[in-house]
């Protein structure tokens, strides 16, 4: 689908110099306010208006005063039509997406990006990935990360992970709720992974009510199918790290 596709990771963005104020794509971290860059403060500070995912938006509505857009799927497209007319009129506009924009997010600052007819600066911000990490103490760098959290095929991104397992540690952002901590253990398990590898579910990182569940991915496969919330123990905000050993 052509709306789904992340058309603002097609090219490096353009020079500081060759955007007017710009539209900033602000990551707002995992979600405890404490993960709030400065830089994506200050944005949010200065913004005349803010568009995002009404589960975003409330994270920051009050780091702003700027008049708040809020959307799910269903209107998503007509709300960024209305924050289009409120920054082509001259508000200075700021869109918000959980964690770091680079990790999940680039199929909406696409959308943003569409809408307004502009490039968007990104605001880097912190990822649950990176939280993720450091607990289960899995160095990026020895690590390999695929978010299935996106709309769309996700066949590659399985492969890779399939290609990975046992090499390299896995980071994986699930996608709720048909591709699941327990789905993907049981792809990777029938892609030839060792199901005693070490498995740990992080849930709601930096929350007040933050879980991990230390288990293997054998185990974890026992939670496969499904499709709904009803169908998986697991939180729509869990990261899956599988260590190589």
Not at 66 to 88: H, K, P, Q, S
Not at 130 to 139: D, G, I, K, L, Y
Not at 160 to 165: W, Y
Not at 200 to 222: N, Y
Request: proline fraction near 7%; aromatic fraction near 4%.
């Amino acid at each position: 689908m052509t709306d789904d596709r992340p058309d603002a990771a097609t090219a490096p963005e353009p020079p500081r110099d060759a955007v007017n104020d710009p539209v900033c794509a602000v990551g707002i971290g995992p979600g405890d306010p404490e993960y709030l860059t400065r830089r994506g403060a200050r944005a949010l500070r200065e913004a005349d208006v803010v568009v995002g995912f009404e589960t975003v938006v409330e994270y920051v509505s009050d780091e702003t005063d700027a008049d708040l857009l809020t959307c799910g799927y269903d209107d998503e497209a007509a709300t960024l039509d209305r924050f289009a007319d409120r920054v082509r009129a001259g508000a200075r506009g700021i869109a918000v997406l959980m964690g770091d924009p680079n990790h999940s997010g680039y199929q909406f600052v696409g959308k943003v990006e569409r809408a307004i007819d502009e490039p968007v600066r990104v605001i880097p911000g912190v990822s649950s990935l990176q939280v993720a990490a450091s607990r289960a103490r899995t160095p990026m760098e020895d690590a390999a990360f695929v978010t299935l959290h996106k709309r769309g095929a996700i066949d590659a991104d399985l492969d890779r992970l399939g290609d990975a397992v046992g090499d390299r540690h896995l980071l994986v952002l699930p996608r709720p709720f048909d591709w699941m901590p327990g789905d993907i253990a049981a792809h990777l398990v029938d892609a030839g992974g060792d199901p005693g590898l070490d498995a740990l579910v992080f849930e709601r990182l930096t929350h007040p009510d933050e879980a991990v569940t230390r288990t293997t991915l054998g185990e974890l496969r026992e939670s496969a199918g499904g499709t709904g919330r009803d169908s998986t123990p697991f939180s729509d905000l869990s990261v899956l790290v599988v260590r190589t050993g």
